[in-house]
């Protein structure tokens, strides 16, 4: 069988960054160092970094008063940064540069009292964070008919915004319909959707015609990674999001020559590895890695761990 190993996959410079803040918080102040939701939509990750003396938390009511906590990739809003103050907490913001963007954006169009629609996930830790810091200004839609049951107060006064992780298809089928409802509707300057996820989109896309098979490692929490699964089958292939190589269920590789496999922004590659080691236990497996962008993004850690 012959694997195309796409090429970007797997982790982007705000998952490096987010868990290399755990590590570097981990080893400048000692286990146990608390973090508010996953830091990054991947379990053998925070799996990972439990080991290592982090200690995830759904509520920060169960962070003791002085403690360190990280904020996750996914960003959170200002009211997660007043209880930190109040629980004389000692903050670590590991959120993407590229999600905090989205939070400026959001606050610069509220400070012109605009109407902003945040294209997004109800209920992903990325969306709920952005929303917190313009609740009042802020719309939530995703599919067309959440646009068309939109009510502006001033059609010259709205604009919108983007979760990160988004399809870039997808995302851009919203906007259209928005431009076409509102035709004065302001946007940021350069798009929202992430960089790697728009390059692991690209791959999918470039190269899923020419696989019998799709494999996306990834968790389902991932949204990026989901996504890969979605544009994968939008080909008309069989294609799965898998955590790991133990859910590979054999019956998928019957007659199959030709297997995609990539992974989200949020999952190791070492997970991928694990995958060709499985299938090459089944059958000569020759793999072939393909390249379709060079990424060389990289951010800085917060000066509080450096």
């Not at 410079?13 to 102040?29: D, F, M, N, S």
């Not at 709920?128 to 939109?150: Q, R």
């Not at 060709?276 to 089944?282: N, Q």
Request: charged fraction near 25%; glycine fraction near 6%.
């Amino acid at each position: 069988m012959k694997i195309i190993l796409a090429k970007p996959r797997g982790f982007c410079a705000g998952v490096e960054r987010a868990i290399k803040c755990v590590e570097q918080a981990l080893e400048r102040y000692g286990a146990p160092v608390y973090v508010l939701n996953d830091i990054v939509h991947n379990s053998a990750v925070v799996d990972r970094l439990r080991a290592k003396g982090a200690v995830f938390v759904k509520d920060m009511d169960a962070v003791p008063e002085g403690a360190h906590l990280l904020f996750s990739a996914h960003g959170v809003g200002p009211n997660r940064w007043d209880k930190a103050k109040r629980l004389n907490l000692e903050v670590v913001d590991a959120t993407c540069p590229l999600v905090e963007k989205v939070h400026h954006e959001a606050r610069r169009f509220a400070s012109k009292d605009f109407t902003i629609i945040l294209i997004g996930e109800d209920g992903h830790d990325e969306t709920v964070g952005t929303m917190g810091w313009a609740p009042e200004h802020i719309k939530l839609v995703i599919t067309k008919e959440d646009v068309e049951a939109l009510e502006v107060p001033d059609e010259n006064k709205i604009a919108y915004i983007t979760q990160t992780t988004l399809s870039v298809n997808d995302c851009q089928q919203i906007i259209d319909l928005l431009r076409d409802r509102f035709p004065n509707i302001d946007g940021p300057p350069k798009a929202d959707i992430c960089y790697a996820t728009s390059n692991r989109q690209d791959a999918v896309r470039a190269m899923a015609p020419e696989a019998d098979l799709v494999l996306v490692v990834g968790d389902r929490e991932s949204a990026n990674s989901t996504r890969l699964a979605e544009i994968a089958a939008e080909y008309g292939k069989p294609s799965y999001l898998i955590s790991h190589a133990g859910i590979i269920n054999d019956a998928w590789l019957d007659g199959v020559e030709t297997l995609l496999l990539t992974s989200g922004a949020s999952a190791p590659d070492s997970l991928v590895q694990e995958v060709i080691d499985y299938l090459s236990t089944r059958m000569h497996c020759d793999v072939v890695e393909r390249e379709m962008a060079v990424e060389n993004v990289h951010f800085r850690l917060p000066s509080v761990i450096t």
